[in-house]
């Protein structure tokens, strides 16, 4: 795999490198502070929350034409909220609906994944039979997050259906990274890291069923949470959750500065969940167990980690060695060897609705055929949709494999319940290599696996920005905990910001 992605990186650098170019430098300090500051400075009267809410919406105005992230807006609905938000607070008086406890978020401009519904917007997932839809209300995040005072500006580009790691589709066109045009964002929560890591947003809503929240954020340079199984309401996003998907799909927080991780799950959470999580109590950093693994073995379909990736996740190691006197430990799980044909397996036996279906808007389509059309450019999708739906009908004609693996996978999953317990963290790389060019990731299809493997264990995964690489794209890691140990792996994420500077925005030098 080694000489194979070093040849095929530079013939796309051949192809795609002079295109390359960076957004322009954030000049308004409004944009620069983190959610929670920007909500209190509101409600202290020390900013109007019209001119926060439009100095977001002036730099969407000034980023999206390079990178194509924001699909669809509601800027003037925005000020209108921003405005009755002002005149409320200009009386004197906070009432009890935009109070901190209330809410936490009052004023605070939020972006979302496009599959995620907000009334009024488009809710299409990328897909062409789907143009012209508009969500006549919100999904449960959204209306969790309007409760908490934020305001929806706008809505962000994703992969078709959600189900590859480009951003991409036929009705939208591919979103660009903020760091270097001629690289992809991930997918499929894409846009939405890509804004944020412009500078277009400061929290966001992810979606994550293999990495999709994680990959993005990864690639962008800013913090992404994958919550625990069943911790956040998934409704109102399309396509929704069927049968064993609901044990993969999870909503997220996707945010610039680690600081707003916590506050922002907490709402998606709600007050049951958040009790449950035990979101509220401190994380004494040095009681943890620490473990690291370096990659996953050796996987055949998966790239070799970058050895700027390995170095990055070992200063992590030294600086909790250091700072907390704890020894970081190594274990053998050679299970995660097999990561990318345990997560295939998962979704192919899970019951759900198929992709092919899915494709078809609830009318299976013949992925070879559409292949076919795809050649003579009569299709409706993209290649990357199509050849899913190709592997897909590969992987349901090999049952007994399928059986096997996804026993080896809940033999994982014990083990890693074994491993992390209630106070254990793993850190794990988010991905094998920094950004790769546009349409690259159609030849590292198992890439993914690095984030996938996680959701079908359904545990807790935290990515971690840790700086630029030598060529300028952002790298970091994931910190992985025990089931429900969500709040662990966010105070391990608040600690990694604080030792290494999290977010580095994305400027020309």
């Known amino acids: 795999m080694g000489i194979f992605n070093r040849v095929l990186t530079s013939i796309f650098k051949l192809i795609y490198d002079r295109t390359g170019k960076k957004v322009p430098p954030i000049t308004d300090d409004i944009l620069l502070k983190t959610a929670t500051e920007l909500a209190r400075s509101i409600r202290n009267r020390e900013i109007k929350c019209v001119d926060v809410v439009e100095a977001f919406i002036n730099r969407i105005k000034t980023v999206n034409p390079i990178v194509n992230a924001v699909v669809a807006e509601r800027y003037d609905e925005a000020m209108n909220e921003a405005r009755r938000i002002d005149d409320s607070l200009d009386t004197g008086t906070i009432e009890e609906q935009y109070s901190e406890e209330t809410a936490p978020f009052l004023g605070v401009p939020f972006t979302a994944k496009e599959a995620f519904a907000i009334k009024g917007m488009p809710n299409t ?23 908490a005072g934020a305001i929806p500006i706008a809505v962000t580009n ?84 069927t049968a064993g998907d609901k044990e993969f799909l999870v909503t997220g927080p996707m945010c610039r500065f680690a600081t707003d991780l916590l506050p922002t799950f907490k709402v998606m959470a709600g007050q049951e969940m958040s009790a449950t999580l035990k979101l509220d109590e401190e994380v004494d950093l040095q009681s943890l167990k620490y473990f690291t693994m370096e990659d996953d073995g050796g996987c055949i379909f998966v790239s070799a980690v970058d050895p700027e990736i390995k170095a990055a996740q070992q200063q992590v190691v030294r600086h909790l060695e250091e700072t907390f006197g704890v020894a970081v430990e190594t274990p053998e799980m050679k299970k995660m060897k097999l990561s990318f044909q345990m997560w295939t397996a998962k979704m192919s036996t899970c019951g759900a609705e198929t992709f092919c279906s899915l494709m078809g ?44 693996l996804v026993s080896i996978c809940d033999a994982l999953k014990v083990e890693f319940q074994n491993l992390l317990g209630d106070n254990g963290i793993l850190l794990y790389p988010t991905h094998p290599r920094p950004a790769p060019y546009h349409n690259q990731p159609l030849f590292m299809l198992g890439n993914f696996a690095y984030t996938g493997i996680f959701n079908v264990l359904g545990l807790p995964a935290t990515h971690c920005p840790m700086g630029l690489n030598s060529e300028g794209l952002p790298i970091g890691i994931q910190v992985v905990g025990g089931s429900k140990s969500d709040r662990l792996t966010i105070a391990v994420a608040k600690e990694i910001e604080k030792a290494f500077g999290g977010w580095v925005p994305p400027i020309e030098p």
């Open 125 to 147: 997932s990328g897909l062409v039979s789907r143009m012209g839809i508009i969500s006549d209300c919100d999904a449960a995040v959204v209306a969790s997050l309007r409760r």
């Open 158 to 241: 994703c992969s078709e259906l959600c189900m590859w790691w480009e951003s991409t589709n036929n009705v939208y066109g591919t979103t660009t990274n903020a760091y270097n045009t001629s690289r992809i964002v991930g997918g499929s929560s894409g846009g939405e890291a890509c804004n944020l890591a412009s500078g277009g947003s400061v929290i966001g809503i992810g979606s994550d069923i293999g990495g999709s929240i994680r990959m993005p954020a990864f690639f962008c340079g800013i913090f992404g949470h994958k919550p625990t199984t069943g911790i956040v309401n998934n409704d109102g996003q399309y396509p929704t959750a």
């Open 361 to 404: 808007n609830g009318t299976p389509v013949n992925p070879y055929w559409e292949f076919l059309k795809w050649i003579f450019h009569f299709s409706d999708h993209t290649l990357a949709a199509i050849g899913l739906g190709m592997s897909e009908k590969l992987s349901e004609a090999q049952a007994e494999r399928n059986k096997k």
